[in-house]
C-alpha cells in the first residue's frame, strides 16, 4: 500500500470515527427525547445512512439535534364540555367557505380557544421529515441562485422545516410549485437579490396586510397563509421565509422585540446575498435596508433553527428569566448589522441577590426587557450591542418579581451615557406643546397632542412615575408646569384618558424643546 494510499485510508476513518462520535453525542440525547417516536426519527437517519449520501445524512443529524427545542403551538376550539370540536381552517377550499362553517359551529354550541404546544420531537413523521430534506437539497444543488451557499447556511436558513412556533404543515413541496416558476424567470439567474424580488412581487399580489387576528393565533401556518391570504407582518415574515426556502434562498426571521422609542415592536427578514452579507427587507414594503430601521432599535433579534449555546435560556432556569424572547433557546444578536451600538454599562447594588440582570426599553407604559448580563462580585453589569439614542432602565429579577432601579441611562448618539437623575435643586418652569418637539429622522410614534379643554401631568421618574404637582387645565393647546427638575426622564398624561401609548421624554431647561424616546 503507498504512503499515500496509506494517508487517504487513515483520513476517511478518522473522518468515519469523528462522524460516528458525532451522531452518538448530538443525537442521542434527541432520540431519547423522543420516546415512542425515536422509531420515526431513526427512519430518517437510516435512510440516508443507506443512500450513501454524507450531507443528507448530516443535514438529518442537524434537524435532529435541534428538533427538542421546536413545538407547535396552535388554537383549538373546545366546547362547553372541553371537547376538541375539531375544526380545522385548512380542511376547506377558501377562507371565506371555512368562516361560514365556524359561524355556523358557533351559532348552534359555544366554543372558546384553547392553546394546545405539541412538540415536534414527539410527532415528527421519517416521511415528512425525508421529504423536506430532499426538496430542499434539490433547489439548493441544482438552481444558480443558490450555487454560493454553503453547508452551513444552508442547514441553517433553507433547510428547516419550520420558522417559529406555528403549527406543523406539510408546505415546501406546495411553496416550491407556486414561487419556482417566478423564480425562473430572473434574467440574472446567479443573482439571489433578484429572484427574491420577484417572489416579494408574487406574494403583493394577493396577500394582505391586517394588524392584528381575532383569534388567539400567535402564528399562522404555511398552509393558512396561502388559504387566507392575509396576516401581521409575523405572518408576512413567515410567508418570505417559505416561499425564499422553497426555491433556495436562505432568508432569515429577525425583529425588535419591542420597539425603543415608540410602541409595540415589528419583525422582517433578511436575505444572505452571494457575497455572504445579510440585506434587511420587510416583504410588505419590499426594499432592502428601509423598512426595519425607520424607528429606533434597541435590539434586533434573529431567530435560527439550532441551539445557541449563548442565549440566556441555555445558562440558567426558565424561572430566572423574564417573559418573552429571553427565555427562546434559539436565537442570536444582530443589533450591530443594523444600527450603531455601545456597551451600556452599570452598577448595581452590591447586595443585589442574583446572577444576571437586565436593561429595559419603554414600550406600551412598561420597562420591557430587552437585553441581559451577567453581574460580577462588585455590581458591575455590562449590557452589550445596544442601539444609541434611546433611554435604557435596569432591573433585576428575583422570585418572579421584577426591581426597577431608580434613575434610568440615556444612550447618546455618540455612544456616551447620561444617567438621568431628576435635579430639584436646580429647576426650571416651561410651557409643552408639539411646537418644541425636536424632529429626528426616525419614524418614532409619539402620539404628544395637547387639546383644550383637556387636564395634564407631568410625570418624572424616580424608581417610579411620581407626579409633578396635580393635573393642570391646557390652554391654547399648550399646558404650563413649574418647579420641573432639570436631568429627568418625563412622561405626560392626560386626566380624561390614559391609552398606554404615552411616550416618554426629556426637556432642555433653556429651549423647553422636547426630545422623544
Not at 460516528?20 to 442521542?28: H, I, K, T
Not at 372558546?112 to 430534506?133: C, E, G, S, W
Not at 456616551?416 to 429622522?441: A, G, M, Q, S
Request: with cysteine.
Amino acid at each position: 500500500m503507498s504512503f499515500i494510499t496509506r494517508t487517504l485510508s487513515t483520513g476517511i476513518l478518522f473522518y468515519i470515527i469523528n462522524f460516528s462520535s458525532l451522531y452518538a453525542q448530538s443525537v442521542a440525547k434527541a432520540l431519547e427525547m423522543a420516546a415512542g417516536n425515536k422509531i420515526e426519527l431513526q427512519k430518517v437517519l437510516d435512510h440516508y445512512k443507506n443512500a450513501g449520501d454524507s450531507q443528507k445524512y448530516e443535514a438529518a443529524i442537524f434537524l435532529i439535534k435541534h428538533m427538542p427545542i421546536h413545538y407547535s403551538q396552535a388554537c383549538r376550539w373546545y366546547n362547553t364540555y372541553e371537547e376538541d370540536t375539531n375544526f380545522e381552517d385548512i380542511d376547506y377550499p377558501d377562507f371565506d367557505t371555512a368562516l361560514e362553517v365556524f359561524g355556523k359551529l358557533t351559532d348552534s354550541i359555544k366554543v372558546h380557544p384553547r392553546q394546545v404546544i405539541t412538540k415536534d420531537i414527539y410527532v415528527m413523521k421519517a416521511d415528512f421529515l425525508i421529504q423536506n430534506i430532499d426538496l430542499a437539497f434539490k433547489m439548493w444543488r441544482t438552481n444558480p441562485w443558490a450555487s454560493s451557499y454553503d453547508f452551513d447556511t444552508f442547514c441553517e436558513y433553507i433547510l428547516p422545516y419550520r420558522s417559529l412556533i406555528e403549527p406543523l404543515q406539510d408546505w415546501r413541496a406546495d411553496y416550491s410549485d407556486t414561487f419556482f416558476e417566478k423564480a425562473r424567470l430572473a434574467k440574472n439567474k446567479k443573482d439571489p437579490m433578484e429572484v427574491l424580488g420577484l417572489l416579494m412581487d408574487e406574494m403583493k399580489i394577493d396577500f394582505k396586510f391586517i394588524f392584528k387576528r381575532k383569534e388567539p393565533i400567535m402564528a399562522l401556518g404555511p398552509k393558512q397563509l396561502t388559504l387566507r391570504n392575509q396576516g401581521t407582518c409575523t405572518d408576512y415574515a413567515n410567508l418570505a421565509i417559505y416561499a425564499s426556502r422553497s426555491v433556495g434562498l436562505p432568508v432569515t426571521f429577525d425583529y425588535t422585540p419591542h420597539h425603543a422609542a415608540s410602541s409595540n415592536r415589528h419583525f422582517w427578514n433578511s436575505i444572505i446575498d452571494s457575497t455572504g452579507n445579510h440585506l434587511a427587507f420587510d416583504g410588505y414594503h419590499y426594499a432592502t435596508n428601509i423598512a426595519p430601521t425607520r424607528k429606533r432599535i434597541g435590539k434586533v433579534i434573529r431567530t435560527t433553527y439550532s441551539i445557541q449555546e449563548g442565549a440566556l435560556a441555555n445558562q440558567i432556569p426558565e424561572n430566572e428569566i423574564p417573559p418573552g424572547f429571553l427565555r427562546t433557546k434559539n436565537y442570536i444578536d444582530v443589533t450591530a448589522e443594523y444600527v450603531p451600538v455601545s456597551t451600556v454599562n452599570y452598577t448595581f447594588n452590591t447586595n443585589t441577590v442574583t446572577t444576571h440582570v437586565y436593561l429595559n426599553v419603554f414600550n406600551k407604559f412598561k420597562w420591557k426587557p430587552t437585553q441581559w448580563s451577567r453581574l460580577d462580585k462588585n455590581g458591575n453589569a455590562s449590557f452589550t450591542n445596544m442601539g444609541r439614542n434611546i433611554v435604557y432602565l435596569p432591573t433585576t429579577l428575583k422570585n418572579n418579581t421584577f426591581t426597577l432601579e431608580r434613575f434610568p441611562i440615556l444612550s447618546n448618539a455618540d455612544g456616551t451615557t447620561t444617567l438621568l437623575t431628576p435635579n430639584f435643586k436646580d429647576t426650571f418652569d416651561c410651557t409643552l406643546t408639539r411646537d418644541n418637539e425636536i424632529v429626528n429622522n426616525n419614524e418614532d410614534y409619539n402620539p404628544f397632542f395637547i387639546e383644550d379643554e383637556k387636564h395634564y401631568q407631568l410625570r418624572y421618574w424616580d424608581g417610579e412615575w411620581k407626579p409633578l404637582g396635580d393635573f393642570v387645565p391646557s390652554v391654547n393647546n399648550r399646558v404650563n408646569f413649574k418647579n420641573v427638575p432639570k436631568n429627568a426622564l418625563f412622561m405626560m398624561v392626560a386626566q380624561e384618558e390614559i391609552d398606554g401609548f404615552e411616550r416618554i421624554f426629556t426637556i432642555d431647561p433653556k429651549t423647553h424643546s422636547i426630545t422623544w424616546y
